[in-house]
């Protein structure tokens, strides 16, 4: 979880939103948005949440996956 949440904060940062912005969008309270980003994934995130900010974020699930090189 610790590859998912750097990715997403990653995209997410590509696509100029904040965590705020994105948390409405998918409708996820901020907080645990913010808590799923800065805990390393610890938070845990289902795969529904995780499909709608690949939606959102107009980015395939399976980027969320790759590790950096």
Avoid at 43 to 53: A, D, Q, R, T
């Amino acid at each position: 979880m610790k590859t998912v949440s750097k990715n997403v904060r990653k995209y997410r940062k590509l696509a100029g939103l904040t965590q705020e912005q994105l948390a409405v969008d998918i409708e996820m309270s901020y907080d645990y948005l913010r808590r799923f980003e800065s805990q390393h994934g610890r938070e845990g995130l289902s795969l529904m949440s995780l499909y709608k900010i690949s939606v959102v974020l107009g980015v395939s699930m399976d980027k969320f996956f790759e590790k950096e090189e």
